[in-house]
């Protein structure tokens, strides 16, 4: 059984940085692409950010591009997203997701964590 654990969330002023991890159990972690989403109130979960299972190839969503830095590193079972210049409509919930191969649709993706909490104070 796979399990997803983020950590890294918490409260940040606007122009500040966080980063968030991605613990993975198992010992697949390497097969597979790994993927950020985030969901605020009352809105659907979207994505972020993915990542192949060599880390060479890079997905991300425009509201993100140039200030969230996705990566991994295969021998700890870890992703990680790095995020600068954060904006108060960056604040959310954010959920890592595993499937083979990267996609920026959400219902591709099949295991899931728990999720984090951003906020982002202006």
């Known amino acids: 059984q796979v399990q997803l654990v983020e950590s890294g969330g918490g409260l940040v002023q606007a122009g500040g940085s966080l980063r968030l991890s991605c613990a993975a159990s198992g010992r697949t972690f390497s097969s597979y692409a790994m993927g950020w989403f985030r969901q605020a109130p009352g809105k659907e979960r979207e994505f972020v950010a993915a990542i192949s299972w060599s880390g060479g190839i890079t997905y991300y969503a425009d509201s993100v591009k140039g200030r969230f830095t996705i990566s991994r590193d295969n021998a700890k079972n870890t992703a990680y997203l790095q995020m600068n210049s954060l904006k108060p409509e960056d604040t959310a919930v954010y959920y890592c997701?595993?499937?083979?191969?990267?996609?920026?649709?959400?219902?591709?993706?099949?295991?899931w964590g728990q999720g984090t909490q951003v906020t982002v104070s202006s």
């Open positions: 997701a595993r499937r083979p191969r990267p996609s920026t649709v959400v219902g591709d993706w099949d295991y």
